[in-house]
């Protein structure tokens, strides 16, 4: 258990209303991840935090935003959620010095927008 | 951006069999990473490999950092029912700062 909490774990909503899915770590880590799963598309990166405030893009990062005011919590937030946004989503910490590495995840949230 | 292709996509086997997968990629990578996930939950870390030529084994996974950095091998041996997952690739370049993961082998074992 690498003290990951993603809220909500179910979620469906419409076409066009405001989402935001929260990433809780009890482990004080630095860098905080945000992935996509989906069938024949393996993980892709969202955005990325690398401390309180600081937070970049990732491959995928268009629709979406993120908002880390305390290093335990990560938002993502989808301003106006369309059905391709259905997806699993998965938090990540990182426990290892450097960006990327050993990631832990947490359980994901199952997001349907009709 | 990097791509990784992993292969193959599925797999069934018998249990007691050994599995074999890979993963490759036009690009260099600097460390090689391998998860599985069990159905709806996250990845769990399997395997790190940070050198090339680097062989490491996690009781019956073993797995390899390719000698051209380019690929990586993960092996499971005497297969059993709890194998059963998605087992995901990824790789790191430090110098992009990301990781890239490939698309996932998802292993049946049947009893």
């Known amino acids: 258990d690498a003290g990951i909490t993603q809220s909500p774990r179910h979620k469906v909503t419409e076409t066009g209303t405001p989402v935001t899915l929260r990433c809780h770590q009890t482990?004080?880590?630095?860098?905080m991840y945000w992935y996509r799963q989906d069938p024949g598309h393996g993980l892709r990166l969202i955005h990325y935090?690398?401390?309180?405030?600081?937070?970049d893009k990732g491959e995928v990062s268009d629709g979406y935003s993120v908002s880390r005011s305390k290093t335990e919590d990560f938002l993502l937030t989808l301003e106006s959620a369309t059905s391709s946004q259905t997806s699993v989503y998965f938090c990540a910490i990182s426990r290892a010095t450097g960006i990327n590495e050993k990631l832990f995840f947490g359980s994901g949230t199952q997001l349907s927008v009709l | 951006g990097q791509q990784l292709n992993q292969s193959p996509q599925s797999m069934f086997i018998q249990e007691g069999e050994d599995v074999s997968m890979n993963c490759t990629s036009s690009s260099i990578f600097n460390t090689w990473l391998w998860y599985k996930q069990d159905p709806g939950e996250g990845p769990v870390l399997l395997i790190a490999l940070y050198k090339a030529g680097e062989l490491t084994s996690n009781g019956r996974l073993t797995a390899q950092f390719g000698i051209t950095r380019k690929d990586s091998f993960l092996n499971i041996s005497a297969s059993i029912p709890s194998d059963v997952g998605i087992y995901f690739c990824a790789g790191i370049n430090t110098n992009a700062g990301k990781s890239t993961f490939g698309d996932g082998t998802t292993l049946t074992v049947k009893p």
């Open positions: 935090s690398y401390g309180v405030k600081d937070t």
């Open positions: 482990e004080n880590h630095r860098y």
